[in-house]
C-alpha cells in the first residue's frame, strides 16, 4: 500500500501511456501472468513482483472517489455560510494526484483560486500537532453531522406521520427529533446551548435522553433510517409533587473535540453528563 500511495501521487499515468508498477508482498506469487486480454492501456499484468497497472485501469480507479469529491463539493459551496468563499486548498495526501487537481480546476477554477500548499500530504499531521500544542488556536468548528436528542411530544395527525407514533401510559405520542446543532454549521469552541423537556406522565421518576447524529440537514424523528444512536443518558426525577410540571433542563457545550451534554432536574438538582465525539460519528 506504501508504494501505491507514492504512485498515485505521480502525474505520470495521467499523461503518459506507461504502465504504473506497484511492488507486491513477499508472498504474492510472482509468475509472469496477464489479467487482461491484451498488454493494451487497459491491462493488467503481473511482472517480476509487481502488479502493473495500464494507464487507462490506473486512472479508473480514481473516478468513484473523484465524483464523491466533485459533488460533494458543489453541495457544500451551496451553503449560504460559503457564498464569500474566494480560494480551495487542496490538502491532505490525495490532494498531490494530477487527476484530482486537474477536476478541481476545471470544475471549480472559474470561480474560485485553487492552491495546493507545498508538502500538501503532511498538512493533517501538521495541523494534528500544531493543535496538540496549542489547544487554544482552534476558535471554532464546522459540525460534520446534524446532533439531535429525543423529545416524546403528544401525537397530532395534523402534524405527525402515523408511522412513528406509539402509545405510553395510554398516550398516543411520537418520537421526535430535537436538533440541538446542524451540519456544517460553524460552532464556538465552548458555546453552550440550553433546552428545556418535562415528563411525560405524572409519577415519573426517571428520564432517558437518547442522542442521535444523522448526515441530513432537515430532520423530524429519530426514528428515521439515516438516524444513528450515538449515547443515552438517564436522569433521576424522584420528586413526584408537581406531576409533569417539573422542568427538566439539558445543556449542550461544544468542546474541541466533543460534545458535552448535561442534563438536569431543576428541582432535585440531579445531574447526569455524556460526552458524545464532535469529530466523528
Known amino acids: 500500500m506504501s508504494d501505491f500511495e507514492i504512485k498515485k501521487r505521480s502525474p505520470d499515468f495521467v499523461s503518459g501511456d506507461e504502465m504504473t508498477r506497484i511492488r507486491?508482498?513477499?508472498?504474492?506469487p510472482t509468475d509472469d501472468k496477464y489479467v487482461g486480454r491484451n498488454p493494451t492501456k487497459n491491462n493488467i499484468m503481473i511482472s517480476k513482483g509487481c502488479l502493473c497497472l495500464g494507464p487507462d485501469i490506473m486512472k479508473s480507479l480514481f473516478f468513484p472517489p473523484l465524483k464523491?469529491?466533485?459533488?460533494?463539493?458543489?453541495?457544500?459551496?451551496?451553503?449560504?455560510s460559503l457564498q464569500?468563499?474566494?480560494s480551495i486548498f487542496l490538502v491532505g495526501g490525495f490532494s498531490e494526484n494530477?487527476?484530482?487537481?486537474?477536476?478541481?480546476?476545471r470544475n471549480f477554477g472559474s470561480r474560485y483560486r485553487i492552491l495546493t500548499p507545498i508538502d500538501a500530504g503532511l498538512s493533517v499531521m501538521k495541523g494534528a500537532v500544531l493543535f496538540g500544542l496549542n489547544r487554544d488556536?482552534?476558535?471554532t468548528r464546522i459540525s460534520p453531522y446534524t446532533y439531535g436528542s429525543d423529545l416524546s411530544p403528544i401525537f397530532n395527525p395534523k402534524k405527525h406521520e402515523e408511522k412513528y407514533k406509539f402509545t405510553l401510559c395510554g398516550v398516543e405520542r411520537i418520537n421526535v427529533f430535537n436538533t440541538l446543532v446542524t451540519i456544517?454549521?460553524?460552532v464556538k469552541i465552548g458555546e453552550v446551548r440550553t433546552f428545556i423537556a418535562y415528563p411525560t406522565h405524572d409519577d415519573q421518576t426517571s428520564v432517558h435522553f437518547g442522542f442521535y447524529t444523522t448526515t441530513q440537514k432537515q430532520v423530524k424523528y429519530v426514528d428515521e433510517p439515516h438516524v444513528k444512536k450515538?449515547?443515552?443518558v438517564t436522569l433521576p426525577i424522584p420528586d413526584i409533587t408537581k406531576g409533569r410540571n417539573r422542568k427538566l433542563e439539558l445543556k449542550v457545550e461544544f468542546g474541541r473535540t466533543e460534545i458535552k451534554a448535561t442534563t438536569r432536574d431543576v428541582k432535585s438538582g440531579n445531574v447526569r453528563t455524556i460526552y458524545l465525539d464532535f469529530m466523528n460519528d
Open 230 to 232: 450515538v449515547g443515552c
Open 184 to 186: 456544517n454549521e460553524n
Open 137 to 139: 488556536s482552534i476558535k
Open 84 to 86: 464569500d468563499v474566494k
Open 98 to 105: 494530477a487527476l484530482l487537481q486537474n477536476q478541481i480546476k
Open 68 to 80: 464523491k469529491i466533485n459533488d460533494y463539493l458543489n453541495r457544500l459551496l451551496k451553503e449560504r
Open 24 to 28: 507486491l508482498p513477499y508472498s504474492f
